[in-house]
């Protein structure tokens, strides 16, 4: 008898787990998805001509930070979406090697903050709470520098005063040879 009762649990346990992962996948799909997001956003060539400031999310669709924040970024997108450009930019997608090699995003979700002109004003990395983005948001709209992300300036050029030896000594230094340059 004990045997049948097992049994018995046992099945109704895989029902009601395969009833409820049912529902999940169900559910996963909604309005907040990263694609159906991605497929809404604006196309970075617009948010760059558009003279409005804008957010890229550079993202993929197997990060699961990518994935929570995806109803906060919906929600802010429908606040603020008149004022910002919201664009996402899938890391798995080779068309935006450049811009990830320009960024150097090494990690993801990766947010950089563009002013109206396209340049950068900031950046930040990870999974961000709601009012954090608002507060980054609000700043860009009004032209102000970010609260919480992390700003960029302009960098001194630098100009190294040695140089690789155009003729080395050495055939087995691969030009690895430096010397000093005049100055």
């Known amino acids: 008898m004990n045997n049948r009762l097992g049994k018995i649990a046992i099945a109704l346990v895989a029902f009601v787990l395969s009833f409820a992962l049912f529902f999940a996948l169900q559910t996963e799909r909604?309005?907040?998805?990263?694609d159906s997001q991605a497929e809404a956003a604006i196309p970075l060539?617009?948010?760059l001509e558009n003279?409005?400031?804008s957010l890229m999310e550079f993202y993929a669709t197997w990060c699961t930070s990518c994935q929570v924040?995806?109803?906060d970024l919906q929600a802010l997108k429908g606040e603020y979406g008149d004022a910002v450009n919201f664009v996402m930019l899938n890391v798995d997608n080779n068309k935006w090697l450049p811009e990830i090699f320009r960024y150097r995003v090494d990690g993801i979700?990766?947010?950089v903050y563009l002013d109206r002109q396209g340049e950068t004003v900031g950046e930040s990395l990870g999974e961000q709470p709601r009012s954090i983005l608002e507060a980054d948001?609000?700043?860009l709209i009004a032209d102000v520098t970010l609260p919480y992300a992390h700003t960029t300036g302009k960098v001194s050029q630098f100009d190294a005063q040695i140089k690789p030896n155009a003729t080395p000594e050495d055939p087995r230094s691969h030009g690895s040879q430096v010397q000093e340059t005049e100055r």
């Open 109 to 111: 979700p990766h947010f």
């Open 137 to 139: 948001l609000q700043a």
């Open 30 to 34: 909604s309005d907040a998805s990263l």
């Open 45 to 47: 060539e617009v948010a």
């Open 69 to 71: 924040m995806a109803g």
């Open 51 to 53: 003279g409005k400031p």
